[in-house]
């Protein structure tokens, strides 16, 4: 079965660094665009990055442009969210998700999340 697993979340300080990392398993990792999302409490959750299957094309929430680089691994099935320049708006649980194939049907997954903390 499709498995995300997040890694990498913590308490940061402002203007801090962090890397995200999410190991997926049960599909073919290389075929799907991956992507990260974030929440928090009362919000819906947002898109924050995504990247195509050949690792080149990407995308990028406006609020993380600049500090924020997604980057995937197609032979350790891996997708990374290296964050820098970390905000307080930052503070969020991250979702790393696939969208797989599941015959004719376009199945939504997560993973369990991972909470960062940005502080003053």
């Known amino acids: 079965q499709v498995q995300l697993v997040e890694s990498g979340g913590g308490l940061v300080q402002l203007g801090g660094s962090l890397t995200l990392s999410c190991a997926a398993s049960?599909?073919?990792?290389?075929?799907?665009?991956m992507s990260w999302h974030r929440q928090t409490p009362g919000k819906e959750r947002e898109l924050v990055a995504n990247?195509?299957?050949?690792?080149?094309?990407?995308y990028y929430e406006d609020s993380v442009k600049g500090r924020f680089t997604i980057s995937r691994d197609n032979v350790k099935n891996t997708v990374r969210l290296q964050m820098n320049s970390l905000k307080a708006e930052d503070t969020a649980v991250y979702y790393c998700?696939?969208?797989?194939?599941?015959?004719?049907?376009?199945?939504?997954?997560w993973g369990q999340g991972t909470q960062v903390t940005v502080s003053s």
């Open positions: 998700k696939a969208d797989v194939w599941r015959g004719f049907a376009l199945q939504n997954y």
């Open positions: 049960g599909f073919t990792f290389r075929n799907y665009r």
């Open positions: 990247i195509a299957t050949d690792g080149v094309s990407t």
